[in-house]
């Protein structure tokens, strides 16, 4: 069975400095996993996506995650906060053939000036 | 942005009628899902369809049904509105299955039911 698990429902950092939304999976083939943005009363939005070609996935928006497997771990990150970054972050795992996308509970990120 | 609308955006019901939501795409994708997004849950998948006519459940699919007679149009029936399916719902696209496709998401629609 698919799952992934978001540590912290919110994380507030400052303006500038660094940002780190946790994702852990649980899969028993290789997955493939996603980040995307929601911004308030909007959809979701896709920031990146591993699908096993590099290790290190940079996105849109200054952010980056790296698949770690034997962290089982997803992490995404970005060096310096900006306070249009805030927004909840919701973490995804697929595999092969499978027909849909099993979310993670989302991390809202506040950002202080 | 992927050419995603849904209608009605907002809408507030009372249990036991019938309501549904409509899903509109504009980029020919074959695949179309539609999710519910609550507090704690994330979203789950409600039901998905692969093509017209052709449609299979999802993890929360008691209480809803879905149809899809023109590849553009996904729509979304709850037979008889109860107040557990208030919730925000999202209709998303995608091009393939069977390899890491990205799912493209519509701006959503809140469902109160009273």
């Known amino acids: 069975a698919q799952s992934v698990t978001q540590l912290g429902s919110h994380v507030s950092v400052s303006e500038g400095a660094l940002v780190l939304l946790r994702c852990n999976y649980s899969?028993?083939?290789?997955?493939?996993l996603f980040w995307y943005v929601q911004y308030p009363n909007q959809g979701l939005q896709l920031l990146l996506k591993?699908?096993?070609?590099?290790?290190l996935v940079k996105g849109i928006n200054g952010f980056e995650a790296e698949f770690k497997k034997s962290e089982t771990s997803f992490h995404l990150t970005k060096p310096s906060a900006h306070m249009s970054d805030a927004a909840e972050y919701f973490c995804a795992v697929t595999e092969t053939g499978a027909n849909n996308l099993f979310f993670g509970t989302g991390t809202r990120l506040t950002v202080i000036p | 942005d992927a050419g995603i609308t849904q209608s009605p955006r907002h809408k507030v019901t009372e249990t036991g009628t019938p309501v549904t939501l409509r899903c509109h795409q504009t980029?020919?994708?074959?695949?179309m899902y539609w999710y519910r997004q609550d507090p704690g849950h994330g979203l789950r998948l409600i039901h998905y369809?692969?093509?017209?006519?052709?449609?299979d459940k999802g993890e929360v699919s008691d209480g809803y049904s879905v149809s899809r007679s023109k590849t553009e149009d996904f729509l979304l029936t709850l037979e008889s509105a109860t107040s557990s399916q208030t919730s925000v719902y999202f209709c998303a696209i995608s091009e393939f299955q069977g390899r890491p496709d990205t799912q493209y998401f519509g701006p959503g629609t809140r469902l109160t039911v009273l």
């Open positions: 369809s692969y093509g017209v006519k052709d449609t």
């Open positions: 591993y699908t096993s070609a590099a290790t």
């Open positions: 899969s028993s083939v290789p997955p493939y």
């Open positions: 980029e020919n994708h074959r695949y």
